[in-house]
């Protein structure tokens, strides 16, 4: 069955310090790979999508990922985080089967940014 | 565009109580249609799937049940609570057929007491 693994459930920085958060995938077929990040309050939202091409996707806010297949990793990354990216971040793998789809999440990662 | 409505916020049961929560989705006809759930410490779990009226899939065997009466209304029931249903509950949208994007719902909190 599809799974995701997030490595890291709770991870402090200082502001400007660099981030990389973990996530590995397990599906043999070909994958569609997101990242979403809940703010304390807020709904979910989207940060990045990765469908094909370029392995390196940039999303909003400066955060990118690569797509690294010979890994099944899709690891989520910015060189200088911000005190207003303290929240919950999820990867997560889109399952299609017919006429619907699945979004499968990983366990998320709390991020704590300090000033 | 899409907008989920979900009610309540917030909600606190005692055991055994049964359980109601309603997700309306406005913007959008015929979407697939999910229930998830947080818990304290784990991911978002899938519960359930729906993809079209009366049409209800459940990802993992537990004490609750899901019904679309209409095709943009999706609830989750139980008919006894227990304390391991306490989470967080995301209802969220999908197009049929390719994907365009979840869009979530704002979430309610359960405690089960």
């Known amino acids: 069955a599809q799974s995701v693994s997030q490595h890291n459930h709770h991870v402090i920085l200082s502001e400007a310090a660099s981030l990389e958060l973990g996530c590995n995938y397990s599906?043999?077929?070909?994958?569609?790979l997101f990242w979403y990040v809940q703010y304390p309050g807020q709904h979910l939202q989207l940060l990045l999508k990765?469908?094909?091409?370029?392995?390196l996707v940039k999303g909003i806010k400066g955060f990118e990922a690569e797509f690294i297949k010979s890994k099944f990793s899709f690891n989520l990354r910015k060189p200088s985080v911000q005190w207003s990216d303290t929240a919950e971040y999820f990867c997560a793998v889109i399952l299609f089967s017919g006429g619907y789809n699945k979004l499968i999440f990983g366990a998320g990662t709390r991020l704590a940014v300090h000033p | 565009s899409q907008t989920i409505h979900q009610w309540p916020a917030t909600l606190v049961q005692p055991v055994g109580s049964p359980l109601s929560l309603e997700c309306t989705v406005e913007g959008t006809s015929n979407p697939n249609l999910y229930w998830y759930r947080q818990a304290a410490g784990r991911g978002l779990q899938l519960l359930f799937y729906s993809v079209g009226i009366g049409q209800i899939s459940s990802e993992v065997p537990q004490n609750l049940s899901a019904s679309r009466p209409q095709d943009r209304q999706f609830i989750l029931s139980s008919k006894k609570l227990l304390l391991s249903d306490s989470g967080f509950y995301l209802c969220?949208?999908?197009?049929?057929?390719?994907?365009?994007?979840?869009?979530f719902g704002s979430g309610t909190r359960l405690t089960v007491v």
């Open positions: 969220a949208s999908s197009a049929q057929g390719i994907y365009d994007g979840y869009t």
């Open positions: 990765y469908f094909s091409g370029d392995p």
């Open positions: 599906y043999g077929g070909t994958v569609n």
